[in-house]
């Protein structure tokens, strides 16, 4: 490991040899000239050559094996507890940096002495907005407003768990996405990494919920634009109609930790009613258009409904 890196730059890799290449290209030019960039790469037991091809390609880039699939929250722990640098770049194979995205990102550390985590702008290959690129803290009331689509009516009234319009103008939002999120190692080891009894998704709620509770600033860089496919080896977004279901039970477990056990019933609620509605408005809409993509949307939607009647588990 280098002992004088400025940043680390971490990759999770899972059985996605076929995006590493581009991902490794976009962080090495977005990388500013001068800045001394540790590129670590965590496979997590890939089974697709991936560490084969890492060892053949690109001999620059650090690399550590795991011997089972420890999850997205463990590799990044691994990865910053191996390297020293003051700031960490979470970045999954799936998203692609842009040109001057780096520098900008760390822009906001310079600019604001409590800043501990910045998320950039998240799009899709299209060039269309993610809105699960930052959002509200993770309470009844903004899953109520998401969850009923009141967020969508009001949005600055009603805040939703994810952002409703995309703006242009950097903000503190409670959270941003670990897609891709730059750290400050200082208020990382301040509050504890990633949780290790997290296997994936919720991890970035959960970390910037510690990090504000603490009194460091969590920024939106909404100056900063990176494309983030959603895709890779699992899809985020734990309430896309198109999300694993792995994701929808991650949110209920951490909510009813987080939150209680009473808590995280009246969510489950909420989810039936917030789903199963968009499963009827997406039934309307594959009866009058006969859409095979309204149709799928509504089986996505009932999936959720009835995986919100399950038992959580701890």
Same mark, same amino acid.
């Given at each position: 490991m280098s002992a004088v890196a400025?940043?680390?730059t971490i990759v999770v890799n899972w059985n996605t040899v076929g995006l590493l290449d581009d991902c490794l290209n976009s962080i090495v030019e977005a990388t500013p000239e001068g800045l001394g960039n540790e590129i670590v790469v965590v496979d997590?037991?890939?089974?697709?050559?991936? !560490?084969?091809? $890492?060892?053949a390609h690109w001999p620059e880039v650090t690399l550590l094996t795991n011997a089972v699939n420890e999850g997205?929250?463990?590799?990044?722990?691994?990865a910053i507890r191996a390297t020293s640098s003051p700031f960490v770049l979470l970045v999954n194979t799936d998203a692609r940096l842009t040109p001057g995205s780096i520098g900008s990102l760390l822009d906001y550390?310079? %600019?604001?002495? +409590?800043?501990?985590? !910045?998320?950039? %702008?998240l799009v899709y290959g299209d060039g269309s907005f993610q809105r699960w690129t930052a959002g509200s803290a993770?309470? $009844?009331?903004?899953?109520?407003n998401y969850l009923l689509m009141v967020d969508r009516i009001a949005p600055r009234r009603a805040p939703g768990l994810y952002l409703a319009e995309d703006t242009p103008h950097p903000f503190r939002p409670a959270w941003v996405s670990s897609a891709v999120m730059a750290l400050r190692r200082s208020a990382i080891e301040e509050v504890g990494l990633l949780d290790d009894h997290i296997f994936v998704y919720m991890d970035d709620v959960? $970390?910037?919920? +510690?990090l504000t509770a603490a009194g460091w600033h969590v920024w939106y860089a909404a100056d900063t634009t990176v494309v983030h496919f959603m895709g890779g080896s699992s899809t985020r977004g734990p309430a896309d109609a198109s999300t694993s279901p792995h994701a929808l039970r991650a949110l209920n477990r951490w909510f009813a930790l987080r939150h209680g056990r +009473?808590?995280?019933?009246? $969510?489950?609620?909420l989810e039936v009613v917030g789903f199963g509605a968009r499963a009827a408005l997406y039934g309307a809409a594959a009866l009058a258009r006969r859409s095979p993509a309204a149709r799928a949307r509504m089986r996505a939607h009932l999936a959720h409904a009835r995986l919100a009647l399950e038992p959580v588990d701890d």
């Open positions: 400025d940043l680390t997590n037991a890939s089974s697709d050559g991936s !560490v084969e091809h $890492l060892r997205f929250c463990r590799a990044n722990n691994r550390f310079a %600019r604001d002495a +409590r800043a501990a985590a !910045v998320g950039p %702008r993770f309470d $009844l009331r903004s899953a109520a959960d $970390l910037c919920d +510690r +009473r808590s995280a019933a009246h $969510l489950r609620r």
